[in-house]
């Protein structure tokens, strides 16, 4: 079975620092890997997706990853954070097996101070 | 855009209800889920559907059924309310026949039982 570790639960980050929001997984295959986004009292949006391919993944709001094979990891990271960037951020995965589930993390709460 | 509505942002039921939360997606989704969310401990898998009629049990489907009678729509049931319940819901939907295809969430009900 497929798990994504979080390890950092809350990140205060100064506005217009950079900012970086750790993701591991393990699993016994290969995955597919995720960051939502879910700004206050509402629902989760996609940021980015790992599927195959280049190993560093662009997303929207100026947001990127590295899939990181060797060390089962999957960090976003924004070279630039503005105060709507606050928000609660989740890293998940799937595995590659035709499974239609996915397994979230326990999120992170990132907080932009200004 | 895709757009998955929840019946209500929040709800307030007594123990022992029997409580439904509906959801609705618009863009002919075959894959639809049942997620709950709670402070620390992320998103959890409750249950999932990947055609009409069909369901399958996520990682805590125990106090929860569901139902899904028409391809747009799927409900989820608490057949007797416990304070244990009083969670945030949130449903998804996806296309089916590929791994690629990313979950659209709904905007969440918040669920209070007393």
């Known amino acids: 079975a497929q798990s994504v570790t979080q390890l950092d639960s809350q990140v205060p980050v100064f506005e217009e620092a950079p900012v970086e929001l750790r993701c591991n997984y393990s699993?016994?295959?290969?995955?597919?890997l995720f960051w939502y986004v879910q700004y206050p009292n509402q629902g989760l949006q996609l940021l980015l997706k790992?599927?195959?391919?280049?190993?560093l993944v662009k997303g929207i709001n100026g947001f990127e990853a590295e899939f990181n094979k060797s060390q089962t990891s999957f960090h976003l990271r924004k070279p630039s954070v503005h105060i709507s960037d606050t928000a609660e951020y989740f890293c998940?995965?799937?595995?590659?097996?035709?499974?239609?589930?996915?397994?979230f993390g326990t999120g992170t709460r990132l907080t932009i101070i200004p | 855009d895709v757009k998955v509505t929840q019946s209500s942002r929040y709800l307030v039921k007594r123990t022992g209800e029997k409580v439904f939360l509906e959801c609705v997606q618009d863009m002919d989704h075959e894959n639809m889920f049942w997620y709950r969310q709670d402070p620390g401990l992320g998103l959890r898998l409750i249950y999932f559907s990947y055609d009409v009629k069909m369901k399958e049990k996520g990682d805590i489907p125990e106090g929860y059924s569901v139902s899904r009678e028409k391809k747009e729509r799927f409900s989820l049931i608490l057949e007797s309310a416990s304070t244990n319940q009083t969670s945030m819901y949130l449903c998804a939907s996806a296309r089916g026949a590929s791994l690629y295809n990313e979950q659209f969430f709904g905007p969440g009900t918040r669920l209070t039982v007393l």
């Open positions: 998940a995965v799937k595995d590659g097996r035709g499974n239609e589930k996915l397994t």
């Open positions: 790992y599927l195959s391919g280049s190993t």
């Open positions: 699993s016994s295959v290969s995955v597919y």
